[in-house]
């Protein structure tokens, strides 16, 4: 009962505190509630799963730092929860070996304020709520949602309410707002190389005006982002530049494998043809460890196609955009210098975590600083930026070099392929 007592004053004071911003003008900025409705990327989501190291350090949370405000988070206990796409997906087990009570802190508090959600796609923010059981044995995205969106308020009882993202985020009466939602979207389909699974970009639309017009009409200053290209993250890799990380060069992967010279091979199959060429028996490689040129090039104009949406409608609204999307692509055509070291977006080049596709801590420093020199551009202020020199000691995406196989000779590998044609002159050298 007295649980249901604080729960009811708190939402009281919130939207008494509403009520008070809806005279603050829009271009004043307000950091009292800063509310992220996101999926894995802000949530702090790497080396597949959800866990308390990266979340602490996840680009909003070193926003939220740096301008000096409140930013509860649902911290997960190692190993973490969730799955990554692509991978193997482990069975519902909660808690896992390892784990006391899954969320840290317990009691948690009544509420978070980072809502991202792993594995969350933009019907997901809107749709999806907390449902009774905590823990789904067969669906471990309920699961997820019902510790990060649900505790502790299916343990309540029955009269407490359940909100989706969107809700929750509407209840707590942000004053600032910052919405990463698309990603997992494309990276589902990009993942598992179907082009069927990216999202019309009519319901796109339709749905992301609906999350954007609820944050808009909160009164908060709203921050949107742009949807980062999979194809620029480490999941995927050249043939030219698996070279590197196989030993063998781009023609001999051609003929092994009968591949395109514009084939990319993903993690899980850069992992299958190392061990293949080690053992010097090829064979067929695991589904979802090639993808084509063509279905890459489908799901690069369907992420330009989303996020021409995603700026038009910021700019209908009145958001500001931040291009997530570029900055990721810079990634990918420049590396950048932190330090003294250079990370790449190559595969265990230090910006990337082991899955391939959410960086480390380090990047999301330099996220959380374009993000403040946005703020600062926008409303004129002077948030100081994040150090990311510091991150790279403890970051566990920057402890990994740049793996580099021996590479085999021509003579090496036609004794462990007889059947292999004569290598180009490129290959001899």
Not at 116 to 136: E, M, Y
Not at 213 to 220: D, E, K, V
Not at 346 to 365: M, N, V
Request: with cysteine; proline share 8%.
């Amino acid at each position: 009962m007295r649980n249901r007592f604080l729960l009811f004053l708190f939402l009281l004071l919130l939207c008494a505190k509403g009520f008070a911003q809806q005279s603050t003008p829009p271009n004043k900025l307000d950091v009292t509630t800063f509310v992220v409705l996101g999926e894995g990327l802000a949530a702090g989501m790497a080396d597949f799963a959800l866990r308390d190291v990266y979340q602490q350090q996840s680009f909003p949370a070193q926003i939220a730092q740096q301008i000096k405000t409140d930013f509860p988070q649902p911290l997960i206990e190692p190993p973490g929860i969730g799955s990554a796409p692509g991978f193997p997906a482990p069975e519902v087990a909660v808690p896992a070996k390892g784990q006391t009570t899954v969320r840290e802190g317990f009691p948690p508090g009544l509420f978070v304020f980072n809502l991202s959600v792993p594995g969350f796609k933009l019907t997901d923010s809107i749709n999806r709520r907390p449902a009774p059981p905590l823990v789904w044995r067969n669906d471990r995205q309920q699961t997820v949602t019902n510790l990060i969106l649900g505790y502790p308020a299916l343990t309540l009882g029955k009269d407490v309410p359940l909100w989706s993202q969107l809700e929750y985020a509407q209840n707590l009466r942000p004053t600032l707002v910052l919405i990463e939602l698309g990603y997992f979207d494309v990276l589902d389909a990009a993942v598992s190389g179907d082009p069927s699974l990216l999202p019309d970009v009519s319901a796109f639309q339709a749905n992301y005006s609906q999350v954007l017009t609820a944050m808009t009409g909160t009164f908060a200053n709203v921050i949107v982002t742009t949807i980062p290209n999979p194809l620029d993250t480490a999941y995927f890799t050249s043939l030219s530049s698996a070279t590197r990380l196989v030993g063998a060069p781009a023609s001999v992967l051609v003929q092994l494998y009968n591949l395109q010279p514009t084939d990319l091979l993903t993690v899980p199959g850069l992992a299958a043809v190392g061990r293949q060429i080690f053992a010097g028996n090829v064979g067929a490689l695991p589904p979802g460890s090639v993808l084509s040129s063509n279905v890459a090039s489908q799901i690069s104009s369907r992420v330009q196609a989303l996020n021409s949406t995603i700026t038009s409608l910021a700019q209908q609204k009145g958001a500001i955009v931040y291009d997530l999307n570029g900055f990721f692509a810079r990634l990918k055509n420049q590396g950048v210098l932190v330090g003294n070291r250079i990370l790449t977006a190559d595969f265990q080049g230090g910006i990337y975590s082991l899955d391939g596709y959410y960086p480390g801590t380090t990047i999301h420093a330099l996220i959380a600083n374009e993000i403040l020199a946005l703020l600062n551009k926008t409303f004129n202020t002077s948030f100081a930026a994040v150090d990311p020199a510091p991150l790279l000691a403890t970051d566990p995406a920057a402890r990994y070099t740049p793996s580099q196989a021996r590479p085999y000779t021509l003579e090496e590998l036609r004794a462990k392929f007889p059947r292999l044609r004569s290598a180009s002159r490129g290959d001899r050298q």
